[in-house]
Nanobody, 118 residues
Framework: QVQLVESGGGLVQAGGSLRLSCTAS????????MGWYRQEAPGKQRELVAVITSGGSTNYADSVKGRFTISRDNAKNTVALQMNSLKPEDTAVYYC???????????WGQGTQVTVSS
């Protein structure tokens, strides 16, 4: 099993920045890729935001390209999401996601709320 713990959510004005972090523990040998999903409201589908492999390859949703940057520290088993130029439509619960095959991958964090005010 893998445990994922997120931090860094909060309230920010439009145009501002936030940085999310996620730390993995447990059976980390089973992790190839790590990424972030977001969910605007309960019952709505989770949207892939960004993913990064152990080799550093990245992929982003079109809606965040040029504004968000995903990074990873394999030695510390962490993944971060730097979010700049935030928009109200970025408001969502952001979930860390990690595992071997996917996305989505097998393991999820508990989620962290990001709210962008206009």
């Amino acid at each position: 099993q893998v445990q994922l713990v997120e931090s860094g959510g909060g309230l920010v004005q439009a145009g501002g920045s936030l940085r999310l972090s996620c730390t993995a523990s447990g059976s980390i040998f089973s992790i190839n890729a790590m990424g972030w999903y977001r969910q605007e409201a309960p019952g709505k589908q989770r949207e892939l935001v960004a993913v990064i492999t152990s080799g550093g390859s990245t992929n982003y949703a079109d809606s965040v390209k040029g504004r968000f940057t995903i990074s990873r520290d394999n030695a510390k088993n962490t993944v971060a999401l730097q979010m700049n130029s935030l928009k109200p439509e970025d408001t969502a619960v952001y979930y860390c996601n990690a595992g071997d095959s996917g996305p989505p991958f097998d393991y999820w964090g508990q989620g962290t709320q990001v709210t962008v005010s206009s």
